[in-house]
């Protein structure tokens, strides 16, 4: 199926509107952490990296429900925005000059 006068977004636009939601999501984890759990900024920032990441090998320290409940958004946020990022970069790549 062929879409008529709509043209998609640049491989390179879209990797820079994920960028922004990436950055955007770790801000609001870390902002979130603060608050939850009164961490302070670089605690929270490392807890919220790793989080997004799904690297977390290990609580820093225990955490709440509410704690818990942002931890389950962050992840979902996280990886969704991961993946969007990953297919960006598959296609500038198989488009050799960043042209969709």
């Not at 062929?2 to 509107?17: K, Q």
Request: with cysteine; charged share 15%.
């Amino acid at each position: 199926m062929e879409t008529v006068g709509r043209s998609e977004p640049h491989p390179g636009i879209r990797l820079l509107a994920g960028s922004i939601m990436l950055a955007i999501v770790l801000l609001t984890g870390t902002i979130g952490v603060m608050m939850i759990e009164r961490w302070p900024p670089l605690e929270s920032f490392f807890t919220t990296l790793l989080i997004v990441s799904t690297l977390g090998f290990s609580d820093l320290r225990p955490i709440d429900g509410y704690g818990r409940m942002l931890t389950i958004v962050l992840i979902l946020a996280g990886v969704g925005i991961l993946y969007y990022m990953a297919v960006c970069v598959s296609m500038k790549r198989a488009c050799g000059n960043g042209q969709a």
